[in-house]
Structure formats: C-alpha cells, structure tokens
Nanobody, 112 residues
Framework: QVKLVESGGGLVQPGGSLRLSCAAS????????MNWYRQAPGKEREWVAS????????NYAASVKNRFTISRDNAKNTVYLQMNSLQPEDTAMYYC?????WGQGTQVTVSS
C-alpha cells in the first residue's frame, strides 16, 4: 500500500527557513519522479517543485525558484523541500505527490 508521509511544517517568521520531508513506501521509490504541491486556504492546489527519479533534474514554480530546493535520498525513500526566505504568501498546506497519490500534507505558516 502506497503511503506518503510529510513532516517538517510549522510556524516561521518571514525570512525564515523550513525543511519538509516526505517519507514514501509501497512502491519502488527510485524509479519515479516526485513532486511537491501546496494549497492555501480558498485557493487551488498549485505545483511547487519536481525532481526526477535520479535527482539529476529539478524544476520549480516561478514563485519559489531560487528560494526552495527539492532533493531526494533514494536510500531513505525520502524527498525533501528546503524552503528559504519564506514569506507570508508561502503559507499553505504542503503535499508530496507520487503519480496520483497524495500525502496527508504538512502545514507551513509564515507570519510575523
């Protein structure tokens, strides 16, 4: 059974940093690309970042490029999202995604 479990969210001041983790199980993690999405209250879920199966290729939404870094550790079946220079507009529930499967999400709140 596929399971994705996000962690690492919390409350942070503007300009601060957080690192999110997504622990995956139930599939051959190293064979697949992974994605991070986020959803703010009242807004549609939006794609944030993606990473290829090997970690060689990464892509980012324009809103987070140069601030967020997606990475993975295939030995640990885990994908990460390092978030720097956080701003209030980054406040959202953050989800990792494998194909059509979503994790439960982890809340990130950026507020002064």
């Amino acid at each position: 059974q596929v399971k994705l479990v996000e962690s690492g969210g919390g409350l942070v001041q503007p300009g601060g940093s957080l690192r999110l983790s997504c622990a995956a199980s139930g599939f051959t993690f190293s064979n697949y690309g992974m994605n991070w999405y986020r959803q703010a209250p009242g807004k549609e879920r939006e794609w944030v970042a993606s990473i290829s199966s090997t970690g060689l290729n990464t892509n980012y939404a324009a809103s987070v490029k140069n601030r967020f870094t997606i990475s993975r550790d295939n030995a640990k079946n885990t994908v990460y999202l390092q978030m720097n220079s956080l701003q209030p507009e980054d406040t959202a529930m953050y989800y990792c995604k494998w194909t059509a499967t979503w994790g439960q999400g982890t809340q990130v709140t950026v507020s002064s």
